[in-house]
Structure formats: C-alpha cells, structure tokens
C-alpha cells in the first residue's frame, strides 16, 4: 500500500529564516510526486510535480527535490504570505494506463511570523 | 477558465436526510476526483472517473454513498443517509490523464455538517 509521510506537522518560522519539509513515501513504483499548497478554507493549489530521483523545481521561493526515498520543499526567506498548509501526494503504477488516484500525506502547517 | 465549481459551498442538514454535491470540471480534463478532508483523516480519495466512467470506487465508505458522472461536464456525490460523522470537507478535482499533464486541479470544496 503507498503510504506518504509528512515532516514536521508544523513549523513556525521568522520571515526571512528558511527551513526545509520533508515527505517520506513508499510506494510500489511511483510514477510521480506532487506538491499542493492550501490556505484555510480553500482547496489544495498545485505547486510542484516530480517524476525522478535527483529532480529539482523551483518557483518563487520554494524549490523541491527528489530522492528515492523522500522528498524536501526548500523554502529559502520566506514571507508571511507563505504561511500555509503544504501537502504531498504521490502516485503509484497501476495496470489501468489512465488517470491515478493520489495517496496525501497528512501535511505540515507553516506559519511564518514577521 | 473558471476552474473546478462545486455547489454548495456549505450544506447544513439533519442525520438522516440526503445530501447532493455538485461538481463541475475544468473544460477539457477527462478525469475527475472526488475526495473527503477531515482533522483526523486528512484528505482522502472517495472514488475516481477516467472519461465518465467510475475506475476506483474504494474509497467509497459504505452503501450509503454514491457517486454518478453523466457527462464530462458534470458528476455528483450523493450520500444517503446522511450522518453526523460524515461532517467533513468535500473536494472535487480535475485532470487530463496521461504524462506528464496528471496533475488535478481542486475546486474550492464542500463543507458539509451533518447535525
């Protein structure tokens, strides 16, 4: 069964002070890891998706990355506008060649002080 | 593009009544998600179309729920009857299936209590 892991389950930081997440999985040959961001009451926004070990993205202040085993969201002098809950989800091979359900970690909460 | 609408936006209702959400994809995607959050559970898949046609309903809880998809522009979760430990936040998304364009899009969710 493909399990995600999220680390911490909250963070608090100083505007300017970066810090990274971590995203441990298991899964039976992965296909792809997704990064979602969501703010109170609103639904996850898409921010990353990873296919390989060794793959990077960045966007703004964020940068993700790949290994194995985990994955890291960077987040380098963040703002309090960054304050959110970060998800992440991977996703397995399957027989069925379509679309594939999603398996959620069950996020860390970053709040960042000014 | 609007991006995924869900209606309503709340529902309040009395154990035992049924319940009707609402989704409407983003133009052109081919799968759709319907997914439940809750404090204790976290987000979770109910059940998955792939081109109007339920490919996973095992994350569907119990008899109680279902979940239909006419058309590619529309797909509705049902649960009857409802109960008070289905109070949760309901999360339809949308994707195109097929690499690399699989990532789903959420729409601004459901929060249903069930009193």
């Known amino acids: 069964e493909d399990q995600v892991t999220q680390s911490p389950e909250a963070l608090r930081l100083q505007e300017g002070e970066s810090s990274s997440l971590n995203c441990s999985y298991t899964v039976s040959g992965l296909r792809g890891l997704f990064w979602y961001r969501q703010d109170p009451g609103k639904g996850p926004e898409f921010l990353f998706t990873?296919?390989?070990a060794g793959e990077e993205k960045e966007k703004e202040r964020l940068k993700a990355t790949l290994t194995k085993k985990e994955s890291f969201l960077h987040i380098t002098a963040p703002k309090p506008e960054d304050s959110a809950t970060y998800l992440c989800a991977v996703q397995g091979r399957s027989q069925y060649q379509g679309a594939q359900k999603l398996v959620f970690g069950q996020g860390t909460r970053l709040t960042i002080n000014p | 593009d609007a991006g995924v609408i869900q209606s309503p936006r709340h529902e309040v209702t009395e154990m035992g009544q049924e319940v009707t959400l609402r989704c409407k994809p983003i133009?052109?995607?081919?799968?759709l998600f319907w997914y439940r959050q809750t404090m204790m559970r976290g987000l979770e898949l109910l059940i998955y179309f792939n081109n109007n046609v339920p490919i996973d309903d095992s994350g569907m809880p119990e008899d109680r729920f279902s979940a239909k998809m006419p058309n590619a522009s529309f797909s509705t979760l049902k649960i009857q009857p409802s109960e008070p430990r289905d109070s949760a936040v309901y999360f339809c998304a949308s994707s195109l299936s097929g690499l690399p364009y699989n990532e789903q899009f959420f729409g601004p969710g459901t929060r249903l209590t069930v009193l």
């Open positions: 990873l296919y390989s």
């Open positions: 133009s052109g995607h081919n799968s």
